[in-house]
Every structure is written in C-alpha cells, then in structure tokens.
C-alpha cells in the first residue's frame, strides 16, 4: 500500500485528548503546546485538566497523553503532583496512552510511576517525556515528533507492542 495512502488513512482516523495536572501553569502550558502542534501536523487534539475532563473527545480519542508536574525533595522522593486526582481519571480501557512530566531539577522515578497510574486506569503507555520546565519548547517538540513517528509506525494498532519510556 502506498505510504502516502497510509498516512491518509492515519490522521483521518486518530485523534488526542491530553490531560493535564498543573499547579502553577507550567504543565498546563506544556498540555496545550503539545495539543496545538499534534493538530497542526494532522491529528486533531485538545487539551483539558483533570479538574475538567473533556469527556466527549476523551470517548472518541485514540490516544490519550497524561501530564503531571514532578512532586518531591527536588534530588529525591519524587512522584507525580496531584496524584490523587489522577488515580480517578475517567477509565480509558484498551485505549493507547502516553505520558509527561515537567520539572525543575530531576524526575526520579515520576514518569514510571504515572505510567502506573494511567496503567491502572486502563490505558496501555506506549512512550513518555520529561520536560524541563525552562525548556518547555524543544521538550514539547521532541516529545510530538515521537508521538507522531510512533502514529505513523501504527503504534496506535490494537496489537502493537507497548514503546520503552524514553525522556
Ligand atoms: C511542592 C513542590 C515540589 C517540587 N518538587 C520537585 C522535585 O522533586 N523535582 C523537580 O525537578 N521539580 C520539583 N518541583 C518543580 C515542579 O515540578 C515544576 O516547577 C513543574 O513544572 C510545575 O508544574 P506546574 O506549573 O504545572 O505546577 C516541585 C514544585 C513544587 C511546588
């Protein structure tokens, strides 16, 4: 099949919902850098809080991206901010996902364990970024280019194997 058709059929039939959890802004900006340039490369997104979830897109997106701001002793202890609101995130079953953090200094182990967390909320993560929170840009455009080689390399097919979280 031509690659051309291939990509057609790709962005005609994906679509994202990224979800932030955001404390002072940071994380919330990062959400909607990464939803703006998905749309503008062809695979319409929104982004939402998990204080609103947009629950329409949600039911209807492919891919689902979980952001969460790094919580801890800033060298250790960190885990995802506001993690108890992300555990009740609406179930995404069978859904494909993927996840973010920002921070300041060093992430520990924050992206495995939203990765868990999302996990248990039925989605299947096939990658992550940590984005620092002074280089907001290039983090975002790293972390859409992943994004968009794994949804041209079919990441987003039912039966494809889960990525290894990169960030
Ligand atoms: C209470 C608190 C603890 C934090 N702990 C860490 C940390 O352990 N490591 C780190 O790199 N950044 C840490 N940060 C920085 C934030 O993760 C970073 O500024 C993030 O981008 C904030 O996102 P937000 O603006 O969406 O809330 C901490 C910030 C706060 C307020």
């Known amino acids: ?8 059929m790709t962005s005609a039939s994906t679509s994202a919902v990224v979800i932030y959890e955001s ?6 900006t990062a959400g909607e850098m990464i939803a703006a340039e998905l749309t503008a490369a062809g695979v319409p997104a929104v982004a939402c809080s998990t204080k ?3 629950l329409q897109q949600l039911s ?3 891919l689902v991206i979980v952001g969460s701001w790094t919580d801890g002793l800033f060298l250790f202890g960190q885990k995802p901010g506001g ?8 179930v995404i079953d069978g859904k494909k996902a993927a996840v973010y953090c920002t921070y300041a ?9 939203l990765a868990g967390v999302v996990g248990r909320r039925g989605g ?8 620092r929170r002074d280089r907001m840009e290039e983090g975002v455009t790293d972390f859409v280019d992943r994004l968009l080689g794994a949804i041209d390399n079919g990441a987003l097919e039912s039966n494809a194997p889960a ?4 960030s």
């Open 1 to 8: 099949m031509p690659r051309a058709y291939d990509l057609h």
């Open 23 to 28: 404390l002072t802004g940071n994380t919330k």
């Open 52 to 54: 609103q979830v947009a």
């Open 60 to 62: 209807e997106a492919n």
């Open 83 to 90: 993690i108890g609101r992300l555990s009740k995130l609406p």
């Open 105 to 113: 200094l060093e992430t520990g182990k924050t992206l495995e364990k």
């Open 124 to 131: 299947d993560v096939i990658g992550g970024a940590a984005i």
């Open 163 to 166: 990525a290894e979280l990169r």
